[in-house]
């Protein structure tokens, strides 16, 4: 399954720096606006301790993580929708993506250029962030001026297409008002309508707060209703290139459990409304990246599509239960070991095999 995040900002804020951190990327890092012209795409591991304790159990030959893919756009600015600083193509970029991922600049710089001004200690996380959204907002004004016109005469042609005509012309009233697509209310039946009209603002959004090393034990307020996540991209950076051992000193030096960026992955892979599944065995502990809400038989679709096309049930074993009863055998002699069919709905963490025929 491959689903995308973007990363985007205002220029200078440390999108590049936490892309290379992340990705252990070497990407282009600067401090002046369009350092990033086209997109980097990088693929990251979403960490998950449960791995390691199925390993620990089975001893396979490898361990593969669940896996998210995050997109490095380049810096947008005030007046993006009009193509302002090459934004028409960048806006494009972030409407490939599933979800976006806004960095903020809580961090202090001298050296770091603003539009507004050329000294880096002003900082205005709340102002940054509202001047994204609102060009992602206008954007989203002009998609919908665009379509309507077409949408209302198809609608008066076929009445199926009347809900989507309907809510396209609610929700160009709603952002007008200044207000993000997903924040509208909406029946289910108008959100499914809703996510066919590609708006940026109906893309799920999480904040990073990119804050000085002395500002990571500290709560950022809130944005848009949504705690960003503190991250420090110097030190994340720096990370990225230790040993591991040297990197668990370093972050216990620092009074941290995990890096922000662990943090991130998990954030984000949560954000796209994912959760994994299990296969554990003598080759490879594996996760699986399924929807929440997904059956059993899309979930061994995922593996291969044989495995959906001649699904006919699943041994299923709960992870608690798993690593209590030491695996499959003692889970099996417990009768913790569950045969499921296709109706059911997988859980965060179960730990599968599946019988097919084709």
């Known amino acids: 399954m491959s689903l995308s995040i973007g990363i985007v900002g205002l220029p200078n804020v440390g999108k590049s720096t936490l892309f290379t951190a992340l990705t252990k990327k070497s990407g282009l890092a600067a401090n002046y606006p369009f350092a990033t012209i086209d997109p980097n795409v990088g693929i990251v591991d979403v960490p ?3 791995l ?5 159990i089975v001893h396979p030959g490898r361990i593969v993580p669940a896996t998210v893919e995050f997109v490095d756009i380049a810096g947008l600015v005030k007046g993006a929708n009009d193509g302002a600083g090459l934004g028409n193509q960048f806006l494009a970029n972030i409407r490939e993506t599933d979800a976006i991922c806004e960095v903020v600049r809580y961090f202090t710089d001298e050296n770091v250029m603003r539009e507004d001004e050329h000294v880096g200690e002003f900082v205005d996380p709340a102002a940054d962030a509202d ?6 907002i206008l954007a989203d004004i002009q998609t919908l001026e665009k379509q309507l016109p077409k949408l209302e005469k198809e609608s008066k042609r076929d009445r199926e297409l009347a809900p989507k005509f309907n809510v396209a ?3 160009l009233a709603w952002l007008n008002e200044g207000n993000r697509a997903a924040a509208m209310d909406m029946t289910d039946e108008e959100r499914a309508a809703a996510k066919a009209l590609f708006l940026l603002t109906m893309k799920p959004i999480l904040y990073v707060a990119n804050v000085d090393e002395d500002q990571l034990g500290e709560t950022p307020a809130a944005i848009d209703g949504v705690t960003p996540i503190p991250i420090c991209a110097k030190v994340e950076a720096e990370l990225s290139e230790l040993e591991p051992d040297e990197a668990a000193e370093y972050l216990a030096d ?3 459990e995990r890096s922000g960026l662990e943090t991130l992955a998990q954030a984000a892979y949560h954000l796209l409304g994912l959760q994994s599944f299990f ?3 003598e080759m490879e502990v594996k996760a699986w990246t399924v929807r929440q809400g997904a059956t ?3 979930a061994a679709g995922v593996i291969h599509t044989d495995f959906e096309r001649g699904f006919i049930k699943a041994e299923v074993i709960g992870y608690d239960d798993y690593i209590e009863l030491g ?3 003692g889970a099996r002699e417990a009768g913790r070991l569950r045969i499921e069919g296709k109706s059911y709905v997988m859980a965060d963490g179960d730990v599968v095999h599946f019988r097919f025929n084709v």
């Open 48 to 50: 998950d301790d449960r």
């Open 52 to 56: 390691q304790a199925l390993a620990d």
């Open 131 to 136: 001047t994204i959204m609102t060009e992602l």
């Open 169 to 171: 012309t609610r929700l």
């Open 254 to 256: 620092l009074g941290l």
């Open 279 to 281: 296969t554990a065995g």
């Open 296 to 298: 059993a038989p899309q």
């Open 327 to 329: 695996g499959e055998k």
